[in-house]
Nanobody, 123 residues
């Protein structure tokens, strides 16, 4: 599985950006895709994730400001980030997570990560 991310960049506080990520290659249809982020000196944290069934989970700090959606046919996710704050500044990593319960499936228990994309919010 390969993940190709796009978007991000520099924006002023209060502004908006979007991130997209597309998975290619063979991957279980039972999956979740989303974003984690890591700021300098901090641990990687969940931003938002969405299952193939459309169930979403958001990190507490982004609830009400970020919205994640997916295009199942394209195996891609888009995250719209609104009302950005300086504390949202981080490297954002796309994730594709296998949710298959079949232990003999090659994707069982697997997480696939894309390269990071920088989001910088100036005050």
């Amino acid at each position: 599985v390969q993940l190709q991310a796009s978007g991000g960049g520099l924006v002023q506080a209060g502004g908006s950006l979007s991130l997209s990520c597309t998975a290619s290659g063979r991957f279980t249809s039972s999956n979740a895709m989303g974003w984690y982020r890591q700021a300098p000196g901090k641990q990687r944290e969940l931003v938002a994730i969405i299952t193939n069934g459309g169930i979403t989970t958001y990190g507490d700090s982004v609830k009400g400001r970020f919205h994640i959606s997916r295009e199942k046919a394209k195996n891609s996710v888009i995250m719209q980030m609104n009302n950005l704050r300086p504390e949202d500044t981080a490297v954002y990593y796309c994730l594709a997570r296998s949710l298959t319960l079949s232990s003999d499936h090659p994707d069982y228990g697997m997480d696939y990560w894309g390269g990071g994309t920088q989001v910088t919010v100036s005050s």
